[in-house]
T-cell receptor, first 110, second 118 residues
Framework: DAKTTQPPSMDCAEGRAANLPCNHS???????VYWYRQIHSQGPQYIIH???NNETNEMASLIITEDRKSSTLILPHATLRDTAVYYC???????????FGKGTRLHILP | KAGVTQTPRYLIKTRGQQVTLSCSPI?????VSWYQQTPGQGLQFLFE???????NKGNFPGRFSGRQFSNSRSEMNVSTLELGDSALYLC?????????????????FGPGTRLTVL
């Protein structure tokens, strides 16, 4: 089973900030949180990752709660091109596996 | 630099046949991981090869196998195809193994091979 829980779908108005939540209540102290997205008919694309500090890059921001049991991916100004399935992934060290969940299907509304 | 390439892009097979898919990683990347994506199951990890050795394998039957060559190119083989094997098969490359690369080890995905089993 995936170690993360995400809502199956979300809507966001174009130009607004899209906030995608992820729960990872069993995350270990040395596990990272990674975010990928998959636009229809393309391979998954790396977005951002973090350990415990908030991170920001040219694509998004990642906010990780102090207890590290959940995180939020923020797309500051969503565009129609951000319509995709967003995957939140935690490295599962003890099983030596990378497990993807079903992700969140984000719909950007014009 | 060139991205991850996969061949063929599309493939149609019948039940019981076998298929081999190919993946060429980004130059300098030693890790190649394979994933299966279906509408119902989402993206599922198949296995990873690093320096010609399989590092890990997901929850798939033994019909799914792979190998990696000295130039880091990888092949995935599926034998005795079943209808449920119809999917988009993605490979991803990274500089280090996905199990030990940590924070700076990004994966780069190819466009995928769409396999249809009739």
């Amino acid at each position: 089973d995936a170690k993360t829980t995400q809502p199956p779908s979300m809507d966001c108005a174009e130009g607004r900030a899209a906030n995608l939540p992820c729960n990872h209540s069993t995350i270990s102290g040395n596990e990272y949180v990674y975010w990928y997205r998959q636009i229809h008919s393309q391979g998954p694309q790396y977005i951002i990752h973090g350990l415990k500090n908030n991170e920001t890059n040219e694509m998004a921001s990642l906010i990780i709660t102090e207890d590290r049991k959940s995180s939020t991916l923020i797309l500051p100004h969503a565009t129609l091109r951000d319509t995709a399935v967003y995957y939140c992934i935690v490295r599962v060290e003890e099983d030596d596996k990378i497990i993807f969940g079903k992700g969140t299907r984000l719909h950007i509304l014009p | 630099k060139a991205g991850v390439t996969q061949t063929p892009r599309y493939l149609i097979k019948t039940r019981g046949q076998q298929v081999t898919l190919s993946c060429s990683p980004i130059s300098g990347h030693r890790s190649v991981s394979w994933y299966q994506q279906t509408p119902g199951q989402g993206l599922q990890f198949l296995f990873e090869y690093f320096s010609e050795t399989q590092r890990n394998k997901g929850n798939f039957p033994g019909r799914f196998s792979g190998r990696q060559f000295s130039n880091s190119r990888s092949e995935m083989n599926v034998s005795t195809l079943e209808l449920g094997d119809s999917a988009l098969y993605l490979c991803a490359s990274s500089r280090l193994s996905i199990l030990s690369g940590g924070a700076t080890n990004e994966q780069f995905f190819g466009p995928g091979t769409r396999l249809t089993v009739l």
